[in-house]
């Protein structure tokens, strides 16, 4: 079945590093995503991963790909309080529609 | 700022009503796609339009339903609101089924049912 997991919440202290991390279960999926979600906001692509690839770098994110253990992580360099916000994982099932698959989201709350 | 808006923003039915919400697309965008986020949770797939037809549904009721207009822009129908119909409800755009991986989120309609 289709099942995506995240831990609930994580707590860093500005200017450190922030990994969460995601497990999945779709071998087949061809894309694997992070978005963002404010309180009271929509969702904000923050980046994609092709599954052919291990690593992906934007900017302060970093994206590792284990397709082995179906384990995806996203990881924020220097964060800031306007990180705080709610990240989901989430994959991608192709039936007959392209349909994301999301997890629960973690909260991540950066102290000053 | 992704290029899908989303209306209305927030709205309130009681039970047993019908609801529409409305979606435009990402300029050039072919594909509609609709979600539902309960609060504290994730999004849940509701369907998919591609030129103009419904391509794919999650495990949703026949009272949810939807069009896709000639310009890609697209409706999402609830009948017969029930309490746990309460979310906020998102649409996202994409270019074709295959999509190239880039999907973009409207800010939602949160809608309450009492």
């Known amino acids: 079945g289709e099942d995506v997991e995240q831990s609930l919440f994580l707590s860093v202290r500005e200017g450190d590093s922030s990994v969460i991390n995601c497990t999945y279960t779709?071998?087949?999926?061809?894309?694997l995503y992070w978005y963002k979600q404010e309180p009271g906001a929509g969702l904000q692509l923050l980046t994609y991963?092709?599954?052919?690839?291990d690593m992906k770098q934007d900017q302060r994110l970093t994206v590792l790909l284990n397709k082995k253990d179906k384990h995806l992580s996203l990881r924020i360099a220097d964060t800031q309080t306007g990180d705080s916000a709610i990240y989901f994982c989430?994959?991608?099932?192709?039936?007959?529609?392209?349909?994301?698959?999301f997890g629960s989201g973690t909260r991540l709350l950066v102290r000053p | 700022e992704t290029g899908v808006t989303q209306s209305p923003t927030h709205l309130i039915k009681t039970r047993g009503q019908q609801v529409t919400l409305r979606c435009s697309s990402q300029?050039?965008?072919?594909?509609v796609s609709w979600y539902q986020q309960a609060l504290g949770q994730g999004p849940q797939f509701i369907f998919q339009y591609y030129r103009e037809e419904e391509n794919g549904r999650g495990n949703f009721p026949p009272r949810f339903s939807g069009l896709q207009f000639p310009n890609y822009s697209s409706e999402l129908n609830v009948n017969a609101l029930e309490l746990d119909d309460s979310a906020l409800y998102l649409c996202a755009s994409s270019l074709g089924q295959t999509n190239t991986g880039e999907l973009f989120f409207g800010e939602g309609s949160r809608l309450t049912v009492l």
């Open positions: 991963i092709f599954s052919n690839m």
């Open positions: 779709d071998s087949s999926s061809t894309y």
């Open positions: 300029s050039g965008h072919n594909t």
């Open positions: 989430a994959e991608a099932a192709m039936d007959s529609s392209y349909k994301l698959i």
